[in-house]
T-cell receptor
Framework: DAGVTQSPTHLIKTRGQQVTLRCSPK?????VSWYQQALGQGPQFIFQ???????QRGNFPDRFSGHQFPNYSSELNVNALLLGDSALYLC???????????FGQGTRLTVV | QQQVKQSPQSLIVQKGGISIINCAYE??????FPWYQQFPGKGPALLIA?????SEKKEGRFTISFNKSAKQFSLHIMDSQPGDSATYFC????????????FGKGTLLTVNP
């Protein structure tokens, strides 16, 4: 059983560009959450998707948007990239109503 | 507002020793408290978790102690091994928030051989 998979693993973008990160949840999981982890910090909640809708959102600007597909996979989009967006972006999945969240290996985004 | 405070920031332990990491929370609505282990370049891996209806949970060498009145919980790693060297994060969430995780800032554990 594959766990949470994310792609790509590494990405370098130029300031002002747009980026899309992808996540496939663990089998049987229908809730997907995205987190941003800056170097040396704990993960920060960006938003959560369930039934193809954004269910809740953390303190991130509208430049951060997402999508969930019928097969529960998800995308994170970031527009107008800033240097400060450089971080490890983590996807976590869980079954609805369950607390246990399982993380992927993350996408390391570097903005230059 | 940092809702979950974790200490120490770093910890060095000898092989075979006990590693203790502490966390304190503010939001009394939290009802799920997991610990995650993260190796460099990897995502966090769920290690052990506890709910406030019990004061202690043990899984192998890892034990969570929970003090609801003090709003504190801690991770104890018994017989620490060099392979345990990693960053450990405490977190908290509530069903009312659809289990959105709030993380501490992490503790870098080094276990010397």
């Amino acid at each position: 059983d594959a766990g949470v998979t994310q792609s790509p693993t590494h990405l370098i973008k130029t300031r002002g560009q747009q980026v899309t990160l992808r996540c496939s949840p663990k089998s049987g999981h229908d809730t997907v959450s995205w987190y941003q982890q800056a170097l040396g910090q704990g993960p920060q909640f960006i938003f959560q998707y369930y039934e193809e809708e954004e269910r809740q959102r953390g303190n991130f600007p509208d430049r951060f948007s997402g999508h969930q597909f019928p097969n529960y996979s998800s995308e994170l989009n970031v527009n107008a990239l800033l240097l400060g967006d450089s971080a490890l972006y983590l996807c976590a999945s869980s079954p609805t109503g369950f607390a246990e969240a399982f993380f992927g290996q993350g996408t390391r985004l570097t903005v230059v | 507002q940092q809702q979950v405070k974790q200490s120490p920031q770093s910890l060095i332990v000898q092989k075979g020793g006990i590693s203790i990491i502490n966390c304190a929370y503010e939001n009394t609505a939290f009802d799920y408290f997991p610990w995650y282990q993260q190796f460099p370049g990897k995502g966090p891996a769920l290690l052990i978790a506890i709910r406030p209806d019990v004061s202690e949970k043990k899984e192998g060498r890892f034990t969570i102690s929970f003090n609801k009145s003090a709003k504190q919980f801690s991770l104890h790693i018994m017989d620490s091994q060099p392979g345990d060297s990693a960053t450990y994060f405490c977190a908290a969430s509530s069903g009312g928030s659809n289990y959105k995780l709030t993380f501490g800032k992490g503790t870098l554990l080094t276990v010397n051989p």
